[in-house]
């Protein structure tokens, strides 16, 4: 399976070479779960082989008790340590980065230190969104960081706690994502007002291929380039355009996200081979690669699941279902090595939801 546990913040450059030995064994499954689920956490932590298996009702209630999102507790554990598969952390019990270099009895101690730690000493000071518990717990320029891993933590730990179901644009304390949208898509039951949109299009997913129009600047698609993502006809799928001098500047600034109902069917966007992500390319919130024989390379972010054959090396069509996106899919390109900034041949293939 292609196994892009993105930019693990605890790891150097030893840990880099282990993440990429990892890539064959360690299987990403971060399917959207309730955040009291405490059953679908230890699945998904046993598909991954994680240590932590067996801790989902301790990260439930450890995390529940301090007023947190379990899943982004576990979404941090994911990026700062693959879930614990990363060496060197299984010798201390620590999943979490927690430190630098604290060990623990169990992974269950970690467990509980971890969500005490966000309970007492980030909460208080209303460090409650991703971005505002990073510069804390993995702080930008930190000595024990010397090759500046902690630059990708918000966007590694919220593509995670996307893939879980949370929202990682909200504060992760649990009331606040209790009322964020659910696991089929759908915001919890309310009463409909007149201001309400009309429900979303219902249909069976359509595969919508680049019909020649050309892209407003830049290259034409690679040959036979269909949209990432089926969707029913009409469904929305939003994106937006990069920045000028993004791709110049910034590989991530340079992709694009697409947002759409959570476990909207993610499909190759070209004929080629599935390549794993590299580190650097994790960085990037890249998973994996398409890799056609024209040389282009398209990207895809973590995916909610995969489907079945996909893995490092399998060759794919067009259209071919890749898996399930958990409602924001990232989306890069490279021709001859340099990056492409991919939104004129997606808005020429499937235009972007007003």
């Not at 270099?101 to 209303?126: H, I, K, N, Q, W």
């Not at 993995?138 to 706690?161: E, H, K, M, Q």
């Not at 580190?279 to 995916?303: C, K, N, S």
């Not at 995969?306 to 893995?311: E, H, I, K, L, S």
Request: aromatic share 6%; glycine share 12%.
């Amino acid at each position: 399976m292609l196994a892009a546990l993105a930019g693990v913040a605890a790891l150097g450059a030893a840990g880099t070479t282990a993440a990429n030995a990892q890539l064959e064994g360690v299987v990403q499954h971060m399917t959207c779960v309730a955040p009291d689920d405490a059953a679908g956490i230890d699945a998904m932590l046993a598909r991954a082989s994680s240590p932590l298996a067996g801790e989902g009702a301790t990260f439930v209630s450890e995390s529940l008790a301090a007023g947190l999102d379990p899943r982004a507790l576990v979404a941090i554990a994911a990026h700062e340590t693959m879930l614990e598969t990363y060496g060197p952390s299984q010798a201390i019990n620590n999943a979490f980065g927690l430190g630098p270099g604290m060990a623990f009895a169990s992974e269950r101690d970690a467990v509980a230190r971890a969500a005490r730690t966000l309970a007492e000493l980030y909460l208080p000071e209303a460090r409650t969104t991703l971005e505002t518990i990073a510069s804390k717990w993995a702080p930008i320029g930190a000595a024990n960081d010397p090759a500046g891993l902690n630059r990708g933590w918000t966007r590694g730990v919220g593509t995670y706690f996307a893939a879980l179901g949370g929202d990682p644009s909200l504060p992760v304390v649990a009331s606040v994502q209790a009322a964020a949208t659910t696991c089929d898509g759908s915001a919890p039951a309310r009463p409909k007002g007149p201001a309400d949109p009309e429900p979303a299009p219902e249909g069976p997913p359509v595969v919508v291929a680049w019909g020649g129009a050309a892209p407003a600047r830049g290259p034409a698609p690679p040959d036979g380039f269909v949209f990432p993502l089926a969707l029913p006809v009409g469904a929305p799928a939003a994106y937006e355009e990069p920045p000028p001098g993004a791709c110049e500047a910034d590989g991530f600034r340079c992709g694009v996200t697409v947002s759409s109902t959570a476990g909207s069917h993610a499909v190759a966007s070209a004929a080629g081979t599935l390549r794993a992500a590299t580190a650097a390319d994790q960085e990037e919130g890249i998973a994996f690669w398409v890799e056609t024989a024209g040389g282009d390379r398209l990207g895809y972010g973590p995916l909610a699941g995969y489907a079945p054959g996909v893995a490092d090396g399998a060759v794919v069509v067009a259209g071919q279902p890749l898996g399930t996106s958990a409602g924001s899919l990232r989306i890069a390109w490279e021709r001859g090595g340099a990056r492409v900034d991919p939104f004129p041949i997606l808005e020429a293939t499937r235009p972007p939801a007003g």
